[in-house]
């Protein structure tokens, strides 16, 4: 095994005892308590029972850095509305945004519905069932591959999820330091694997880290393997597993411009394909940068020539790799307000208030709305 992090301190005992390898006993209690205990969710068929590959593949690509709660809603929204991968393939890009709007990560949203794309066009509408045929489809990444190939197809495939990355290295008692660790711990991982319902241990292990193993606290008393847990038995579980210490995330700031029509209507912007939010609607802001531009240079990319307003305060946002400030500006123009002969006026549109809910509008794009509205 690798170093001990340095800001952790193991005790004597606990350095010099071996470790204890997790294996068939463990995949044997895993299964049981997963018959018995399983978490009842939508996406879900029942123990022994191959899932619906859309279902799963679905539910694995929403669930990408968000809670089973916040997921819940938004997928019975999309299997109601799309019940299969053809109907989804079907559907505009910009209503599967619509739908997504809140969920985050849109570029998951964009990638979805390239990935439904492809398995209509390339596969005749059924998943293929191999992980590395899987992989190539867009969106798909390993452990999305090896979760719909192990749920769906009963294949023997390891996914390795936060969670399954937090048992496998108490199981094994794994001290070499996140992400460093990762490798070892698919290694480990793969070890565990049953030949037979790759699916049923697979999902036992994810609802094993969301109930039992958790990240604070875990319930070793009542956990289905710690007579197989070497972190357990060395009195490790709450140290492990071991994070590196993360970069501090970095700030950047713009001006956001709300325009409000005299009827209501609030101007959008389509922001580009590629990168960030791509595709989203936005409202019209300046660049993202790392210092707030003055006023006089953030006025360059004012939609309108006309009287703008401060809104007290600004907008927060905390994206995965930094977090952005946001000055928001708002204006009242009357309803033949031309934008001729601004440059991004071939992106942008009217919509009314009441329509607002109804947009492909990422979170940020809401607050700002929101703060900028509500200091009328
Ligand atoms: Fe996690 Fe404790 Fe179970 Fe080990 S015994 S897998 S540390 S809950």
């Known amino acids: 095994m690798g170093a001990v992090q340095e800001n952790v301190t193991l005790g004597r005992k606990q350095q010099q005892l071996p470790l204890r390898p997790a ?23 029942g123990p022994r ?38 109907a989804l393939a ?16 849109y570029s998951r949203a964009r990638n979805l519905k390239a990935c439904a794309d492809a398995v209509v066009r390339d596969h005749g509408g ?29 294949q023997k495939a390891t996914p390795v999820d936060g969670n399954i990355e937090r048992v496998v290295s108490r199981l094994f008692a794994v001290r070499q330091p996140l992400p460093g660790a990762k490798p070892e711990i698919k290694r480990l ?17 994810m609802d094993l880290g969301a109930e039992i193993c958790t990240p604070k606290n875990p319930s070793c008393l009542v956990c289905p393997v710690q007579q197989d847990c070497s972190a357990s038995a060395q009195n490790l579980a709450e140290l492990l597993p071991i994070k590196a ?20 209507a609030v101007l959008l912007r ?26 006089t240079e953030a006025m360059r990319a004012a939609p309108v020539t006309t009287s703008w307003m401060q809104a007290a305060g600004t907008v927060v946002h905390v994206f995965t790799h930094f977090r952005l ?20 006026q071939e992106r942008c549109r009217w919509v009314q208030r009441r329509d607002l809910h109804a947009q492909a509008l990422p979170t940020v794009m809401k607050k700002v709305i929101a703060h900028g509205l509500a200091d009328n």
């Open 23 to 45: 294996g068939l006993l463990t995949v044997r209690s895993l299964l049981a308590w997963y018959e018995a205990e399983r978490r009842d969710l939508p996406w879900r068929y």
């Open 49 to 86: 029972k191959a899932a619906d590959p859309y279902r799963v593949w679905l539910s694995e690509i929403m669930l990408q850095q968000t809670t089973v709660k916040a997921v819940v809603p938004y997928f019975q929204k999309f299997v109601a509305r799309w019940p299969t991968v053809s």
């Open 90 to 105: 079907a559907a505009p890009l910009e209503e599967v945004l619509q739908q997504w709007a809140g969920l985050g990560y």
């Open 126 to 154: 059924a998943f293929p069932r191999a992980e590395a045929k899987l992989l190539k489809l867009p969106g798909i990444g390993p452990y999305t591959a090896a979760a719909i190939s192990a749920i769906a197809f009963g």
């Open 189 to 205: 991982a793969a070890t565990l694997t049953p030949q037979r319902r790759a699916g049923d241990f697979a999902q036992a292990m």
């Open 245 to 264: 210490a993360k970069a501090a995330r970095p700030s950047r700031y713009g001006v956001a411009f709300l325009v409000q029509r005299e009827d209501g």
């Open 270 to 295: 389509q922001r580009p394909e590629a990168g960030l939010l791509g595709g989203m609607l936005e409202v019209p802001s300046t660049v993202w940068g790392e210092k707030l531009p003055a006023r």
């Open 325 to 344: 400030e946001l000055v928001v500006y708002r204006a009242l123009v009357p309803i033949d307000t031309s934008f001729t002969l601004w440059a991004e």
